[in-house]
């Protein structure tokens, strides 16, 4: 089946630990996308990527950092610097960026 | 600054009726408005793409009307039933492989 795949569904961790949440898709998308979103809120950008080994901040940049060393991967780190990680984050991908976007089932951070 | 509006009460009609949401902005001149679902806990999926040279756009119980001179598109669910019970996100994108923005979204409860 092909589709984006975030992993882990729920997550948890101590203030001031870095995590990273994973996200892969096997659609063949060169653009990927994460965002955050909060409750009452819409969808914020964090970073996205049109093409394997570049990306670019989003609007919320700030505590996180990505990678793209793979066209199937887009692996998110939320830093201990982003101050108030607890959020839903959700990864996206596009055939080429602007195009219509699938996203992922999500990952609820939790930090403690 | 660039904005965009859905409306933010939940919107709660009767089964069987048509339930229409709105979604206005400013600031903005999109080439393309995308509408999508998002259910609780999930990411959201993509429902209808109109682009800005379009006025409306169907499928199957779904139409979409795009206004670029009202800055307005409505998004309408015809003989609405309890599973359409969601909430729906509006999205501009600017084209030319620029960022997609989302709208914060408006909940809708179709009660039976």
């Known amino acids: 089946d092909g589709g984006i795949t975030q992993s882990p569904k729920y997550l948890f961790r101590k203030e001031g630990q870095n995590v990273t949440l994973s996200c892969e898709q096997n659609?063949?998308?060169?653009?990927m996308y994460w965002y955050r979103q909060d409750p009452g809120q819409g969808l914020r950008l964090i970073y996205y990527?049109?093409?394997?080994?570049?990306?670019q901040k989003g609007d919320i940049a700030e505590g996180y950092s990505v990678s793209r060393e793979k066209k199937e991967s887009f692996p998110l780190t939320v830093t201990s610097a982003q101050k108030n990680p607890t959020a839903f984050y959700l990864c996206?991908?596009?055939?080429?960026?602007?195009?219509?976007?699938?996203f992922g089932p999500g990952t609820r951070l939790t930090v403690l | 600054s660039q904005k965009i509006e859905q409306n933010s009460e939940a919107l709660n009609i009767q089964e069987g009726k048509t339930a229409t949401l709105t979604c206005n902005y400013t600031?903005?001149?999109?080439?393309?408005l995308q509408w999508y679902r998002q259910d609780p806990g999930r990411g959201p999926v993509f429902l209808l793409l109109?682009?800005?040279?379009?006025k409306e756009k169907r499928k199957e119980r779904l139409k979409v009307t795009f206004d670029t001179t009202l800055k307005q598109s409505l998004f309408h669910i015809t003989a609405s039933q309890p599973a359409d019970s969601a909430t729906y996100l509006c999205?501009?994108?600017?084209?030319?492989?620029?960022?997609?923005?989302f709208g914060t979204g408006t909940k809708l409860q179709v009660i039976p």
């Open positions: 996206a991908s596009s055939v080429s960026p602007g195009d219509t976007q699938y």
């Open positions: 659609l063949n998308h060169d653009a």
């Open positions: 990527s049109q093409i394997v080994n570049d990306f």
């Open positions: 600031n903005y001149s999109p080439a393309y």
């Open positions: 109109i682009r800005e040279n379009e």
């Open positions: 999205a501009l994108d600017p084209g030319g492989y620029q960022k997609v923005t």
